[in-house]
């Protein structure tokens, strides 16, 4: 067993290389989840299989915060769920003595596991246009005394705003599905939504809104920084527009932790802070909703593609020194991985462009309104 343990911890060159992967995990991943996610992600990446035990052994050596080390067990069992439930971490049962040890893997090729996270995106966007027209059906069967809150009109609009996004952005993803001719028949139901419930005539507005913020902060794509953060910027998407105030009240956070939430929001162009002619506070917008998520893709597929250089320099040492380097433990897998990495840039090119040439349109149309 501590042979097994050994063998993560890789030596020499390759450690470092391995450390600079990860950072690039990290980088690319900054607006999309929290750091903790991408160091989990970035270790199965470059390692052909590890354990939770593993996971945290490796976190000890790669994840520091302030004076603290590591990632807890109980952080890196619930990114093990969320990643099972989309298939694209496989576990695998073996026997060690008189016991069975879990481990966990991205198995097989990218390809491979590119394909299946479409594969599930694409049975998620159907869900969701179900989901949201479902949440049309609540909201307009409210009573009289919800429909006149001031509120009703503008989660209305906006759920209807959610369902002509996902709509779209399956015209988007159909795209990308052309590029991998052997995708299978995605199903019509995975029951990615199936603890929220359906039309009800008990529910109050506040109950679908929580329905509604609950899904978004579950969708990857939507999640950022953290769960707090996303549930933030959740009530930003469904709400357009509030003061700090208001996003206080609504989420319980302190004044303090609202206004970091904000700044980072801001900084990565999430959300953009506004004055209104006559009200002394600010607003804090997401004008829309298609567009913030467009313009959030096409920066982080910007980034990817501008770390670029970083990938092929790695690749390069590693061929180029791979007499001196094949016998150290991880050189192969990781050289694979970065082989398989660098073959995904022309798509990653691609996306750019027909995320550019949306955004364009976005902004004439956006453009037009305000005159």
Known sequence: MQEQEDSIFYKGRIKEIEKALIQYVVDVGKTKRSEMESHLLAYLLFHPKLTQAQMRALSLEYYKKKSKSGISTGTISSFVKKYEKFRVLHREK????????????????LTNLTMTALYEAIAMIYEMVEFF???????????SKHKNND????????????????????????????????????????????????????????DIEEEIIKVLSETTGFTVKNDQYTRILSYFIIRKQLTQEDAKKLTGFSTGYISQALNYLIE????????????????????????????????????????????????????????????????????????????????????????????????????????
């Open 94 to 109: 073996e026997k060690s003595g008189n016991n069975y040890t879990y481990f966990y893997s991205f198995r097989g090729s």
């Open 133 to 143: 027209n479902k949440k049309i059906d609540s909201l307009t069967n409210l009573n």
């Open 151 to 206: 509120i009703f009109p503008i989660i209305l609009l906006r759920t209807k705003e959610l369902i002509d996004f996902w709509s779209e952005y399956e015209d988007l993803v159909e795209h990308l599905k052309n590029s991998f001719p052997d995708m299978p028949q995605i199903p019509s139901k995975r029951g990615f939504f199936k603890d929220i419930e359906d039309y009800s005539a008990d529910l109050r507005l506040e």
């Open 268 to 371: 990565n162009e999430l959300i953009q802070k506004v004055k209104i002619k006559g009200v002394r506070k600010p607003f804090y917008v997401v004008e829309s909703i298609k567009y913030n998520y467009f313009l959030r893709f096409f920066n982080r597929l910007n980034l990817t593609f501008n770390k670029k250089p970083v990938l092929d320099e790695l690749l390069r040492e590693l061929r180029e020194k791979e007499n001196q380097m094949k016998h150290l433990n991880g050189y192969a897998f990781i050289r694979s991985r970065l082989e398989e990495l660098l073959e995904y840039f022309p798509l990653v090119e691609d996306f750019i462009g027909i995320l550019h040439t949306e955004l364009e349109k976005l902004n004439k149309y956006r453009n037009a309104e305000k005159i």
